[in-house]
């Protein structure tokens, strides 16, 4: 199954006067066409115009991941008790746990992404909230594949995520290229365009715009731009949170 979801279509929010811009390929309790599924409950990419804040608010359970495409987001939660900045090409994975309360400022024309898992509350609901920032140069592109990819979650990363069957992706094509794609069938995905365009299995797509792919052996692109994925287990071994 391959499902086009132009930016149109995504669940799409503006917060602070249109200081803050959201689009969603995946979000809970909008239209069944960005429903969550597998372990992904919420994806939501954002831009700033001017900065914003979030107040003090409380998580508890998710896995939750912010990557910042540009500008700067800085996070305060109430187990470390500090500030930390994240810059360009830095993310961080928050693990809620057993509960905890965050407040985040993005920075003047930021991009992000803020990425929502469930790891299994009947486990993460139980352990004490923990959080690491990772810096971009931990992360470098490598040759996988014949494509130059950044390995964020999976796959020899350094990052530790308590997801199952979890990997997050970049895929950089700094020419026009066509390429089969190959996928595991057994997996779930959804790819965003993060710069550039081109055709998917027949579909034009430009940025912002977003693929979910299930059940599907490969994909045919003929690409150019920066492609960011999430694959997660076609089915998981517990009840997703918003199904129980």
């Not at 998580?59 to 930390?84: A, C, P, Q, R």
Request: proline letters at 5%; aromatic letters at 14%; one cysteine or more.
């Amino acid at each position: 199954m391959i499902q086009i979801q132009k930016k149109t279509e995504q669940s799409n929010r503006v917060l602070y006067d249109g200081n803050f811009i959201a689009n969603k390929p995946v979000a809970y309790g909008t239209t069944p066409e960005v429903e969550p599924y597998s372990n992904l409950f919420y994806f939501s990419h954002a831009v700033t115009i001017d900065p914003c804040e979030f107040p003090l608010h409380p998580h508890k359970g998710f896995e939750i991941m912010t990557f910042v495409l540009e500008g700067e987001i800085t996070h305060y939660d109430t187990e470390s008790k500090k500030w930390t900045s994240l810059e360009k090409g830095d993310f961080q994975i928050f693990q809620c746990n057993s509960g905890i309360q965050h407040q985040e400022r993005l920075g003047e024309k930021s991009r992000g992404f803020q990425i929502w898992f469930d790891p299994d509350f009947n486990k993460t609901l139980y352990e004490r909230p923990t959080y690491k920032d990772y810096q971009s140069d931990d992360f470098l592109p490598q040759i996988e594949n014949q494509i130059s990819t950044i390995n964020y979650v999976g796959d020899g990363s350094k990052a530790i995520s308590r997801t199952p069957g979890l990997k997050i992706k970049k895929l950089l094509f700094e020419n026009q290229t066509k390429v089969n794609l190959q996928l595991e069938q057994n997996s779930s995905y959804t790819f965003y365009i993060l710069q550039g365009k081109g055709i998917i299995n027949g579909q034009f797509l430009e940025i912002d715009d977003a693929v979910r792919v299930t059940n599907t052996k490969k994909i045919d692109l003929d690409f150019k731009g920066e492609l960011f994925y999430i694959q997660t287990p076609a089915h998981t071994d517990y009840p997703a949170i918003w199904m129980t």
